[in-house]
Structures are given as structure tokens and as C-alpha cells.
């Protein structure tokens, strides 16, 4: 682990006391060299973890083409598209989106998982930097989430997906995806530290799917109930889904006005990531500078 500036071993009967986070009298970029240090080890430690799990590894490639076949071939033969365009390429946009939204639950069981093992009390009792372990947690999700992300758009391809879009417009899509990701990652990660243990984050997954169901992942906003409408239409993963579906070259068209997210789907799926890292990145170092048992 990457020590603080300045600071010398630590041993004898004092070694598992908590270490304190950088101090005051160093200055700032020597601070933000420690954290850097500090997030790279944790990600490092996190990808190490992926490769000794085949399991996981197996379950995020599983999962994009079990949802691709079950939703393009089992649901999809009864969906229709407005002005007729081909359900495969409404879907998968929103598939993609949807991939963004779960890693709230992996993160979460991430995070509780080490609470639970006492590795985070184990952090603590380092010196190490209190913003670089969440950071580097951050990176190494965002990492397995980036890859989750290419295997859903590759079985979307080999069931027909097709983007008309240039490349600058698919690199934005996949950047915004992915910044989307690494937003919900944080949420997640808040989860897992302040939830009492790691059987409570298990039900984060099955939260999320409500989410999801009303949106337009699926089907359009305009076809839900007048009550449920609102709330698809200003759900963070329906601006998402709209953005990439644009980008991607697949716009669908909001009818009744579809309220100011659809209106401008890239603006809101923007505003909607950067309003959940400003809150809950935050929160997360907090919670892990003050840890509850």
C-alpha cells in the first residue's frame, strides 16, 4: 500500500490502531500523489480479486446474452416500435443503460463484502489515504463495467443491433454509458457502507429492477399508465437510454411533450450523472472515514 508522505513504519502494539488520513501540513499536491497512489493499489486489488473469481467473470458474460436472448426473441416478437422502426434496435440501447443501473447492486455487494471480511477495518488501520480507497474501488468497477458494456453491445450485434451513427457519436454514447456507470457505482458503494451487513445489499438488485420497468427501457413512455408516465419520463435511466438511443442513430420521438429529460436527452442524462457523483461521492468518503458497526 502506498505510505503518506513523510510517514515513517509503523509496528509494535500500536500497529492495528486506525492511521490518520494525510496531515494538514503536507501540501496539497503531495496529498492528492498519496491518494493517486493509494486508488491505484485498491484497483489493482480489486481487478487481482476478478481473475482469482472466474465465477464473477462468468456471470458478466452470461448475463448480457441470456437478457439479449430472452428479451430480443422470447418478448420482442410482440413489441412494436413507433413509426416502425425494428424493436432490436430500440432495445438494445435501453439493454445497455440497463447494464448501468446494476452496477449499484455490484458495487454495493463489493463494498459490503469487505466490510464484512473486516478488510475495511483493515484499511483503516493503514495509512492510507481515506479518499483513495473508495477511488480506487470506483476505478476497478468501472473497469468489469466497461466490459459488461462491450459484451452486451457485442450479442446486440449478433442478433441484428446495427448503429447508424459516426464514430465520434458512438465513442459519446459509450462515454456516456460508461460516466453513467461509474455515477450509480458510487450510489452502490454508499449502499455497501452504510447498510448493516452483506445479506441487506442483496436486495439492492432486486430494487433496481423497479427502476428499470419504469422507464423506457422496453417500450416507449407513451404507451404506460398517465400515472406512471411522469415518472418514466424524469427516471435518470430513461434520459440515459434517449441519449444513447440518439446517439446510436435511433432517436424515438417523445409524444404529449414527454417532459424536458426526453426533450433533451443528452443535457439530462449528464445533469442526472453529475448530480449523483456530487452527492454521492461525498457521502461514500464520509461513510468511509466514519465507519459504522
Not at 54 to 81: C, D, K, N, Q
Not at 127 to 148: F, N
Not at 165 to 179: G, I, N
Not at 220 to 247: M, Y
Request: with cysteine; net charge positive; hydrophobic share 55%.
Amino acid at each position: 500500500m502506498t505510505t503518506a508522505p513523510g510517514s515513517g513504519a509503523r509496528g509494535g502494539a500500536g500497529a492495528a490502531a486506525p492511521a490518520p488520513a494525510a496531515p494538514a501540513r503536507e501540501p496539497l499536491p503531495a496529498r492528492l500523489r498519496w491518494a493517486a497512489g493509494d486508488a491505484a493499489t485498491i484497483t489493482r486489488r480489486y481487478l487481482l480479486h476478478l481473475r482469482g473469481a472466474p465465477e464473477r467473470a462468468v456471470m458478466a458474460l452470461a448475463l448480457p446474452l441470456v437478457f439479449t436472448l430472452l428479451f430480443v426473441y422470447v418478448l420482442g416478437s410482440g413489441m412494436t416500435v413507433p413509426d416502425g422502426g425494428s424493436y432490436v434496435d430500440f432495445l438494445i440501447p435501453g439493454m445497455l443503460a440497463q447494464m448501468t443501473v446494476f452496477g449499484v447492486a455490484a458495487s454495493a455487494s463489493a463494498v459490503a463484502d469487505d466490510k464484512d471480511k473486516g478488510i475495511t477495518d483493515r484499511f483503516h488501520s493503514l495509512p492510507m489515504s481515506r479518499i483513495g480507497v473508495p477511488l480506487g474501488q470506483s476505478l476497478a468497477e468501472i473497469v468489469g463495467g466497461l466490459l459488461t458494456l462491450l459484451v452486451m453491445a457485442g450479442c446486440g450485434l449478433l442478433v441484428g443491433w446495427r448503429p447508424e451513427a459516426s464514430a465520434p457519436r458512438l465513442a459519446a454514447a459509450f462515454a456516456l454509458l460508461v460516466l453513467a456507470r461509474y455515477a450509480f457505482g458510487w450510489l452502490g458503494m454508499w449502499l455497501g457502507l452504510v447498510l448493516p451487513s452483506r445479506s441487506a445489499t442483496d436486495l439492492i438488485g432486486m430494487l433496481t429492477f423497479p427502476l428499470t420497468m419504469v422507464s423506457n427501457v422496453f417500450v416507449p413512455t407513451d404507451g404506460l399508465p398517465a400515472v406512471l408516465r411522469p415518472i418514466a419520463e424524469w427516471n435518470p435511466v430513461s434520459a440515459v437510454v434517449s441519449a444513447v438511443r440518439q446517439l446510436f442513430g435511433h432517436p424515438v420521438a417523445a409524444g404529449g411533450g414527454g417532459g424536458w429529460p426526453q426533450a433533451h436527452p443528452v443535457a439530462a442524462a449528464l445533469a442526472w450523472s453529475l448530480l449523483l457523483l456530487v452527492v454521492f461521492a461525498p457521502l461514500t468518503v464520509s461513510a468511509f472515514r466514519t465507519p459504522k458497526h
